[in-house]
């Protein structure tokens, strides 16, 4: 058995069948998803627009392709065909983007509202100020063709796995009050994509339904791909 299906194995095994497991792709050769989607794996994130759009042309049409990175307004048209969740929607202008982008493609398009937990301020996403206004807005326009299924947040990148608890227990209840006040009575909104390698214990522990898993299944990236 190789390692990558080694380490995936070990992974799911820790993981309940409620939680969504996204092997983080990004950098790695196609054979390598390949291992693990021969094991049942079928959720794949991706941060390049570019390379998310060759590896969901050569690899089976089954698998459910995330675009877990920064996502800019004019790269929506090359994965609005295909991509089945959108995690960093971090503005109307990029949700709109997306909405017509749905529209022509003939399609309904998930998405995540990213929200900015974290103390970077290299970190995208809305701020808890800005969210009431973004929210009002997307009842104000017709945005048809995308489906709100959640939030998304980023962690600080610390040690201080305290500081960590604290934003992501910070991030659930902003979801449980948008949740309350926006999208009460809609099914789709029960998303909360927190958690990666390196916390995605602590994200588990405080209400994420999505962890994004890269280098604990497929190694250190190789940057030079």
Known sequence: MSETKEKYLEFRKQLTSEIKLVAVSKTKPEEEILKLYDEGQR?????????LVRK???LPDDIEWHMIGHLQSNKVKYIAPFVNLIHAVDSLKLLRTINKEAVRNNRKINCLIQVHIAQEETKFGLSEEELPFFLDELKKEEFGSVIISGLMGMATFTDNFIQVKEEFRNLKLIFEEIKEKHFKNNTHFKELSMGMSDDYLVALDEGSTIIRIGSLIFGIRNYTN
């Not at 991706?46 to 390379?51: A, D, L, M, R, Y």
């Open 43 to 51: 959720i794949f994130g991706e941060n390049k627009v570019q390379e």
């Open 56 to 58: 969901a042309e050569n």
